[in-house]
């Protein structure tokens, strides 16, 4: 999951690029754009669900 | 390679922006006191020796490496070329700051600012790995932090770089723009944080067996509100600094740039004691505090750009956002920062770095510049979080970087420094209130 997590992270990052370079547009880049920070909320979401499970030794 | 121009700088302009770099080093001192203030008793002397070591870890290894892959703009840079557009991506100068002469040029006084910055910028993951983090691991994170992931990004910012090059190749606006070091600082320090309280773990006793955090209060209010004041001042020059060399902002415009930081931080200290109050029936002088800081952080990167009124708006909606994003860090995703440095850094950072895209106003009508900061923001998340996790995922892989269980019960004071910071009237207890 935390692998999925941080791919997840990359690839938003780079829809994010792709949108700029790409496209002509500045409402199709911002869409797309926003959609990479989406991918990548997502992604933190994966991270963040695989490290809050507790240690079991907590007293 | 490409190599633009040196961009020239006055005498007038070069005085008074070494006094500003000069008032830096109290961000440094007043973010220790917070990060002791706001962790135990029993390890506030590792935190305060930890802080000094981190600074001085971080400084060297700047310069040994850090400079010559940060750069500046005019200094030899490596470049990838995209669709015909050539962009830098890393500098190439020389290490340990060959053929550099430090003559009160823009390079110098980027490099004085910098030396401190990234100290500044290492401190931060500190708070969030606050009594837990060993201080030999602490130190070894820091050299991969101003040695690699804080040049990088700040060659994309302030070097030159690709980030500061999307206005010129891809016509967003004027590139991605933080004169003051919300993202290349803060935001950058605060994911770094994010990462070691992931790879750390929560502290023993944080959480009881069915996921409820138990309150850790911080060990002196004092120490953390004086560091506030600290911190003021040390952001006053930061980001006068940071607006001559990085912004192009004449000396008489620097007024400015302490009016903005000073009613961001203003509106955002009493926003979160406000908030604090209605919450819980009494403002809650941590979170009061992480709301002034939050809102220093948030008005660095525009703080040469935004009128006024917008400077003392960021600062609201930043302690908004860090008051409650604390409390969901620690209740809903366990992440256990007790310096709340997460919230208050990255997530504080990543709000001024959008609120240039929102308020600033240009001189030209150059359209985009909100998309260059949002890109900005999906370059952080996206690669700067990623990289920071794995150099220090792999660095706990061959040198554990949380203390034994035993130190930390002893406390990091006794166990790894051999004397406690209050030996005479300190009195440890494992019975905290559990919510």
Known sequence: MKVMGFLLLLAGWTIGLAAIVLLGSASRQTGFVLAGIGVEGLGLGLIARAHSVLPEDEE | MTSPPIPAISETTTVLCILCIFLVPFACAGLALVNSGLGRSRSSAHSMMASLCVLAVA?????????????????????????????????????????????GSSVSLALLLQIVSVGLAALIPLGAGTDRWRLSAASASTVLFAGWTY????????????????????????????????????????????SMAWILGPRKGKYSSNGLPAAIPGHNGVLVLFGCSLLWVGFLGLNSAGAILFARLEPSQVALVGVNTTLAASTAALTAAIVTRIRFGKSDASITANGWVGGLVASSAGCALLKPAAAALVGIVAAALITLAVERFEFDLKVDDPGGAVSVHALGGIWGVLAVGIFA???????????????????????????????????????????????????????????????????????????
């Open chain 2, 361 to 435: 106003r240009f001189s030209d009508r150059a359209p985009g510049q909100f998309r260059a900061q949002l890109i900005g923001v999906a370059t952080l998340v996206g690669f700067v979080l990623p990289l920071a996790y794995v150099l220090n995922w792999l660095l706990d892989r061959v040198y554990s970087q949380r203390v034994a269980p035993e130190g930390e019960r002893q406390g990091l004071d006794l166990h790894e420094l051999g004397a406690d910071a209050y030996p005479e009237f300190v009195i440890h207890t494992e019975e905290y209130i559990q919510r």
């Open chain 2, 59 to 103: 400084g060297l290894t700047y310069f040994v490496c850090g400079f010559s892959w940060q750069g500046f703009v005019g200094l030899p840079a490596h470049s990838f070329t995209v669709a015909g557009r050539a962009s830098s991506w890393i500098a190439a100068s020389p290490f340990l700051l060959r053929g550099l002469e430090l003559n």
């Open chain 2, 151 to 194: 040049p990088l990004f700040a060659h994309w910012v302030w070097g030159g770089g690709w980030l500061a090059q999307l206005g010129i190749n891809y016509g967003l606006g004027h590139g991605f723009i933080d004169a003051g070091g919300s993202s290349s600082i803060h935001v950058v320090g605060g994911l770094t944080a994010l």
